[in-house]
């Protein structure tokens, strides 16, 4: 048995020593660990492979992208225009359309639910698809 300190593992959740005993594979494993991430620090210095981000946001407003106030709303245009196309539907293909696109529930998951078969769901979908597309032609 070795003991160890928690706070030298863990310096952010103890904040005073805490001293435990700790089985001799326990404690080489640890330290491993602990090595491996100093390691990792020091390739990170010597090949300046750290972030932009220093705590100025650089790095976040990079990659964020802000949409202008025209592309929001012709987003919210769009989003309420396929919403209105999948309310037209039939009430069967407005719901399989509406699990199979926004829960991800696969054609087979939807056809055992339903207790039919996957070439009928296939069917409806595609069906469903080119209503969709022949309301939002129609509204243009």
Same mark, same amino acid.
């Given at each position: 048995?070795?003991?160890?300190?928690?706070?030298?593992?863990?310096?952010?959740?103890?904040? *005073?020593?805490?001293?435990? %005993?700790?089985p001799d594979e326990v404690a080489a494993v640890l330290d491993?660990?602990?090595?491996?991430?100093?390691?990792?620090?020091?390739? *990170?210095?010597?090949?300046?492979?750290? #972030?932009?981000d220093r705590g100025d946001s650089i790095e976040n407003d990079?990659?964020?992208?802000?949409? $202008?106030?025209?592309?929001?709303?012709?987003?919210?245009? *769009?989003? %309420?225009?396929?919403?209105?196309? =999948?309310? #037209?539907?039939?009430?069967k293909q407005a719901k399989r359309i509406y699990a199979h696109?926004?829960?991800?529930?696969?054609?087979? %998951?939807?056809?055992?639910?339903?207790?039919?078969?996957? #070439?009928?769901? *296939?069917? $409806?979908?595609?069906?469903?698809?080119?209503? =969709? %597309?022949?309301?939002?032609? $129609?509204? #243009?």
């Amino acid at each position: 048995m070795k003991k160890i300190n928690l706070r030298a593992y863990y310096p952010d959740f103890y904040i *005073t020593d805490c001293i435990v %005993e700790v089985p001799d594979e326990v404690a080489a494993v640890l330290d491993s660990y602990k090595h491996a991430e100093a390691a990792y620090y020091m390739r *990170t210095y010597r090949h300046k492979a750290y #972030s932009l981000d220093r705590g100025d946001s650089i790095e976040n407003d990079i990659l964020f992208v802000s949409l $202008s106030p025209c592309e929001i709303y012709e987003r919210k245009v *769009t989003a %309420e225009q396929l919403h209105a196309a =999948i309310a #037209s539907l039939p009430d069967k293909q407005a719901k399989r359309i509406y699990a199979h696109y926004f829960l991800g529930i696969s054609e087979a %998951e939807i056809a055992r639910s339903e207790r039919i078969n996957k #070439s009928q769901i *296939t069917r $409806s979908i595609s069906k469903a698809l080119k209503n =969709i %597309e022949l309301f939002l032609k $129609s509204r #243009s």
